[in-house]
């Protein structure tokens, strides 16, 4: 796939991700407790689609900040939301100095289907104030 992002202020970053479960093994070095309160009430396909949403989010953030040594965990946040279909949540940064904060749209590529893989994608770009607070 190839995606064009363009602001005439801000820089953007995004990422394009498979649904699948391979997900699961490596949540714990990108999704806090905090992040997604009341997970354990949420179907299996909907607990991937959500994890997947928080790794393309800080897949976006990650290329957006084009820095080194940045921890998904500790630099990263993404305040917690309710998955559906399209929508724009919020994500806040740790690693710089400036402590950005940001809007990130996620699509689910229906327009982007190949065969039976659903795709989806993420684009971020800084905003001017925090909406959300980071926990602990």
């Known amino acids: 796939y190839i995606a064009v ?6 820089n953007i970053a995004m990422d394009i991700e498979y649904y699948g479960d391979r997900v699961k093994k490596v949540v714990s070095r990108f999704v ?12 299996d396909r909907m607990l991937i689609y959500q994890y997947l949403l928080h790794w393309s989010a800080k897949e976006t ?15 990263l946040y993404i305040c917690p939301f309710t998955a559906s279909e399209e929508g724009v949540f919020e994500a806040e940064e740790y690693r710089t100095e400036m402590n950005n904060h940001y809007q990130i749209l996620s699509v689910r590529g229906l327009w982007m289907r190949k065969q039976q893989n659903e795709t989806f994608f993420s684009l971020c770009s800084r905003m001017k104030e925090s909406v959300c607070m980071m926990n602990g």
């Open 5 to 10: 992002g363009i602001h005439p202020k801000w």
């Open 32 to 43: 806090r407790q905090d992040e997604m309160p009341g997970r354990e009430h949420l179907s």
């Open 61 to 75: 953030l990650f290329k957006l900040l084009d820095t080194n040594e940045v921890d998904f965990l500790k630099h």
